[in-house]
């Protein structure tokens, strides 16, 4: 008598292959949604540390810093966007005190001061990656330029950048003279952007990427300083401005984020002109700028679905949801206009 033999039939196999990718599939989303859960905690760590870092500058010298601080040498002062961001000056308060003390040693002594961070003695410290300053659900393609910034400070609800905007209405000015304090921000440190995330670029100007900086789009809108109190930007006038950018992506910066080092717009600093992930590209007037010193729109944005981290002025972070009204989301950027906006 012949012993049965035991097996599958093809059938069998082939429904048992079909229910194993059925499950497969529909636990990929589940452990990629657990690990970007773990990076959104990694990330909001970071913007932490960083708030923090400016309350300790804050307690330390009594104000915050400037995010573009020049110095002078035998050969000349450095311009604005060759001077040191404000992400330089909290190293010490970042567990980062070697480093500072090397950089701050060539403050005085090295002859290239004139020409500030792009150039050697600089290129090296520049250079050295700060984990707390990269957001791990972000990713770049540097380089030998591993110095890279996933985090900005907030200049406010204002284009920014030029000599009529010294004085703008964020957390952070960029002269001289303009530092601010506590006592300075008159709607509440609980009401105010501080620090935000920004995309970093991939060096690839042939392809337009979100975060990459649109050029030589002329701002067309009223209040092209910045908003007196009680008067915001225009939707319309974003709008408008976000459609003539969008309708040239093809001349484009993509080295946002590149250095922490670096003082511009999209390396360390954004605004609160338009939402988090703003569906319209960054944007700035200059034609002729190499790089993003410049006035212009330039929105924070993430990888995180639905928004960006921000670290607000009391130390705090939130989520800022990208359908935050716009209007809103200008006042959180500012630090006085009477408008107490939470995100309560």
């Known amino acids: 008598m012949k012993s049965k033999r035991e097996g599958f039939t093809l ?16 636990l990929l989303p589940a452990v990629q949604a657990a690990r970007e859960a773990a990076r959104r905690m990694s990330c909001s760590n970071n913007m932490k540390n960083i708030a923090l870092a400016f309350h300790n500058y804050h307690d330390t010298y009594k104000k915050f810093p400037i995010y573009t601080n ?8 450095c311009s604005h966007w060759e001077g040191f961001s404000a992400h330089t000056m909290i190293l010490p308060f970042m567990e980062q005190q070697p480093l500072y003390d090397q950089i701050s040693a060539m403050w005085t002594t090295a002859p290239q001061l004139h020409e500030g961070w792009r150039v050697d003695p600089f290129t ?14 972000d990713g770049s393609n540097s380089g030998a330029d591993t110095g890279n910034c996933s985090y900005a400070v907030s200049e406010g609800c204002a284009l920014g950048w030029t ?60 209040n092209k300083a910045w908003p007196v109190t009680g008067e915001l ?4 006038d974003i709008e408008t401005y976000g459609q003539a950018c969008e309708a040239a992506i093809a001349n484009h910066h993509s080295h946002a984020g590149r250095d922490w080092m670096a003082p511009m717009p999209t390396q360390t600093v954004f605004n609160t002109v338009a939402p988090p992930n703003w569906k319209y590209p ?22 995180h679905p639905g928004g960006a981290m921000h670290g607000l002025a009391d130390g705090s972070v939130r989520f800022v949801a990208e359908t935050i009204n716009g209007q809103t989301y200008c006042h959180l950027g500012n630090r006085n206009d009477g408008q107490a906006i939470s995100l309560d």
């Not at 303009?178 to 392809?207: I, P, Q, Y």
């Not at 930007?233 to 319309?236: D, E, F, K, V």
Request: aromatic share 8%; hydrophobic share 35%.
């Open 11 to 26: 059938v069998e196999l082939l429904v048992v292959i079909a229910i194993i990718g059925i499950l497969v599939g529909l």
């Open 70 to 77: 020049r110095f002078t040498s035998s050969a000349g002062t």
């Open 124 to 137: 090296t410290p520049r250079r050295s990656r700060i984990d707390a300053f990269m957001c791990p659900s």
């Open 163 to 222: 000599g009529t905007n010294a004085n703008n209405n964020g957390m952070f000015g960029r002269e001289s003279g303009f530092e601010r304090r506590m006592a300075d921000v008159k709607d509440g440190t609980s009401n105010t952007v501080m620090v935000a995330e920004h995309l970093l670029g991939d060096h690839d100007n042939n392809f337009y990427r979100p975060g990459d900086v649109v050029r030589a789009i002329g701002w067309t809108g009223t």
């Open 233 to 236: 930007y225009s939707p319309g």
């Open 282 to 303: 960054n944007c700035q007037p200059c034609s002729g700028c190499g790089w993003m010193d410049s006035e212009g729109v330039f929105p924070s944005r993430s990888q």
